[in-house]
Each structure stands twice: as structure tokens, then as C-alpha cells.
């Protein structure tokens, strides 16, 4: 008797076949042909009884197919969020003993490192990264994890508000949504006070005071730090 392969991984299949007799009956499975297929969960004794029907004899043929196990999908892990020129750290767990680890990522990124780093990230390298354990040629299922890089962001868009007021007036002020800001950081002149607005893109200002050449200002922060000022000359 012989196999395709006597040993395989879990939920492959095998193909036995038996020859020198006429008819056949194997164990388990009780088929009746001479190749059969299966796709054993556990390593398995096959057994195949051969009979030649001219001169009445039966012979009785084993062979054993191992069946290894695939690992459980590792656990896949980082620091993200993180920013531009940041170093990404990506993690797999547990460890398993004897295992080939295989990361796959955006920009083509590929790794056989466990906890593979990735220096000087810029947003390319967001996005799915993957990672598999082998183990005796068997490979695990994926496991995934989503990586967020941020970047500063840009200059926020022009004012949009009067800038020649009276004094003892109520003005508003706003600007368009910057992209990845978190907050919104107003100056304002001595001799002003915000009303309402602060963080946010539209602010009330009120004019107590006489102001001469000065400007309101606004930059659009995050985690990662702000960009340049929006300016508007009062």
C-alpha cells in the first residue's frame, strides 16, 4: 500500500492506494476500491485486506498517516495609533515554540519575525497587517490587527469673519474641518475675549477694547502636533 504523503496537516487530504489483488476492503472507511481519500483529524492506521479471487488468497496490508495540528491563530498586535516618523511595533502571541512566524502588511511589508518593527512610519504603512505561525509545515490561521498612522495637521483654511470691528461688539469667526484635527486652538488680541467656540472651528469673539494691527490666530492640533497658524488681520 501507498500514500500520496503519510504525513499531513489537519484538514488535508490523503490519497491510499493498494495493489497485487483483485478486490480490496479497507479500515476504517470499509470502501472497497483500490485508491480511496480521506481526511483524517488524528493520526490514523489504514488497513486494507487484498484478495486475489484465482487462487483464493487474502493479504493484509497497514500504513500509518500522521496528522499534525495546526497552531491556533497568533494574536496580532501593535502600538498604534502612532504618528508619521514614529516607530510602528508590531506584536504576535503567544509564542509558540519551534514556530516559523510569516507577516504580511501595506507597502508590501513582509516579516519571519516574531515582533518585526517598522522605523520612520509615514501613512503608507497604515492599514491590515497579517501574521501566521508554522508549525511542523502546518500553518495557523490569521491573525490581524489595524494599524492607524497619523500626520500633523495642515494649515487650517482662511478666517472667515470681519476684521474691521467695533469696540463693545460680537463677531464670529470659523474656519473649514481640517483633516486627522482633534482640536482647534484660537488666539485672539488683548482687549478680546472668547465667548464660546474655543477647540472647536467657529468661535464668538467679544471686542471689549480698542485694537490696532493685530490678528486672530488659529492653529488645528492632534496627538501628533499641530500645523502652521491661519491668520486674519484685525
Known sequence: ??????????????????????????????????????????????????????????????????????????????NSPICVVQTLQLTAEPTIIGANYLWEGPDNFGSDLQNPIITAVSTVKAGVYSVTATVNGCTSPAGTTDVIVNSTPTTPSQINGPQSVCVNSTHKYSIDVVPNATLYEWTIPDGATIVSGQGTTNIEIRFEKEIVLDEIKVVAKNDCGSGDASKIPI
Open 1 to 78: 500500500v501507498s500514500s500520496s504523503k503519510q504525513i499531513i496537516c489537519k484538514g488535508e487530504t490523503v490519497m491510499l492506494t493498494a495493489s497485487g489483488g483483485d478486490s480490496y476492503i479497507w479500515s476504517p472507511g470499509g470502501q472497497n476500491t483500490s485508491s480511496i481519500t480521506d481526511s483524517p483529524d488524528i493520526t490514523t492506521t489504514y488497513t486494507v485486506i487484498g484478495t486475489k479471487s484465482i487462487i483464493g488468497c487474502a493479504d493484509t496490508a497497514t500504513i500509518l498517516i500522521t496528522v499534525n495540528i495546526p497552531p491556533n491563530a497568533p494574536v496580532a498586535g501593535s
